[in-house]
């Protein structure tokens, strides 16, 4: 069994930063993939920022030169650091990891309002 546990959000101003963290514990083999997903109330879940083992990693177009994920040398836990945030990047943010498996966290809420 795999557990991600997710710290970190909370309710914030528009342009302030939040961090993130997600920690995997349990029955670990490998990961290819950790990362971050969001949604939105009435929004399907949608990709933030991804991960792999060999530290290449890919953003949505929405969260580009403001968000950066990053990873832990043993690849059992990743971050996520949000910048400028805005209004609509308000969701429940999921961490994710993949491999053999697919696991999720149980979602952190990020609010950004003024």
């Known amino acids: 069994q795999v557990q991600l546990v997710e710290s970190g959000g909370g309710l914030v101003q528009p342009g302030a930063s939040l961090r993130l963290s997600c920690v995997a514990s349990?029955?670990?083999?490998?990961?290819?993939?950790m990362g971050w997903y969001r949604q939105a109330p009435g929004k399907q879940r949608e990709l933030v920022a991804v991960i792999t083992g060999g530290g290449i990693s890919n953003y949505a177009d929405s969260v580009k030169g403001r968000f950066a994920i990053s990873r832990d040398r043993a690849f059992k836990s990743v971050s996520l650091e949000m910048n400028s945030l805005k209004s609509e990047d308000t969701a429940v943010y999921y961490c994710?990891?993949?491999?053999?498996?697919?696991?999720w966290g149980q979602g952190t809420q990020v609010t950004v309002s003024s």
């Open positions: 994710y990891a993949g491999g053999a498996a697919e696991y």
């Open positions: 349990g029955r670990i083999i490998s990961f290819g993939v």
